[in-house]
T-cell receptor, first 113, second 115 residues
Framework: AQTVTQSQPEMSVQEAETVTLSCTYD???????LFWYKQPPSRQMILVIR??????QNATENRFSVNFQKAAKSFSLKISDSQLGDTAMYFCAFMNRGDDMRFGAGTRLTVKP | EAQVTQNPRYLITVTGKKLTVTCSQNMNHEYMSWYRQDPGLGLRQIYY???????DKGDVPEGYKVSRKEKRNFPLILESPSPNQTSLYFCASNPGTSGTYNEQFFGPGTRLTVL
């Protein structure tokens, strides 16, 4: 079974600085998707970024980028120029074709002014 | 607007009183699922459905029931709720094998408290 591990329960960063959230996963599949979701106090699950496993190029979305290391089964999220609105819980997730989504335990990020 | 809706958003109930949380999607998705979110555990899948009349257990199905009589609806039923079912619940859908599987759509969540 696929598992997703986020080893940092909590992190903090100063406004305007850069922070990296870690995620590792375990799977025997070769084709899959990886995701980072943001959950602000509203509890809504908001897709931040996704990565297709067969694409070597790391995904980027404005201030958010990933470092995808397929062989190491690592998928970290880098947030540049951190903003107060980035304060949230962040979940790493894994999904196969037509299958369920597996989540890590989450990392609570606090951006300090 | 493409969306997944859940009702109610908040619910406080007592042990043993049957309840249903509704979930509906307007995207004609095949795959729907229910998750519960608990501190330190992330989201864990309760039940899923790959199409109408096809449902199966996820990782934490005990104490829950589901049904999928129509493609758009996937209600979660707690026949006899207990305090350990106090949690935040999410319904989700994705196109499944009939489409691209690179995105999952989530409902807004239901905060359930069982006293």
């Amino acid at each position: 079974a696929q598992t997703v591990t986020q080893s940092q329960p909590e992190m903090s960063v100063q406004e305007a600085e850069t922070v990296t959230l870690s995620c590792t996963y375990d799977t025997s599949e070769s084709n899959y998707y990886l995701f980072w979701y943001k959950q602000p106090p509203s509890r809504q699950m908001i897709l931040v970024i996704r990565q297709e496993a067969y694409k070597q190029q790391n995904a980027t979305e404005n201030r958010f980028s990933v470092n995808f290391q397929k062989a190491a089964k690592s998928f970290s999220l880098k947030i540049s120029d951190s903003q107060l609105g980035d304060t949230a819980m962040y979940f790493c997730a894994f999904m196969n074709r037509g299958d369920d989504m597996r989540f890590g335990a989450g990392t609570r990020l606090t951006v300090k002014p | 607007e493409a969306q997944v809706t859940q009702n109610p958003r908040y619910l406080i109930t007592v042990t043993g009183k049957k309840l249903t949380v509704t979930c509906s999607q307007n995207m004609n998705h095949e795959y729907m699922s229910w998750y519960r979110q608990d501190p330190g555990l992330g989201l864990r899948q309760i039940y899923y459905s790959m199409n109408v009349e096809v449902t199966d257990k996820g990782d934490v199905p005990e104490g829950y029931k589901v049904s999928r009589k129509e493609k758009r609806n996937f209600p979660l039923i707690l026949e006899s709720p207990s305090p350990n079912q106090t949690s935040l619940y999410f319904c989700a859908s994705n196109p499944g094998t009939s489409g691209t599987y690179n995105e999952q759509f989530f409902g807004p969540g239901t905060r359930l408290t069982v006293l």
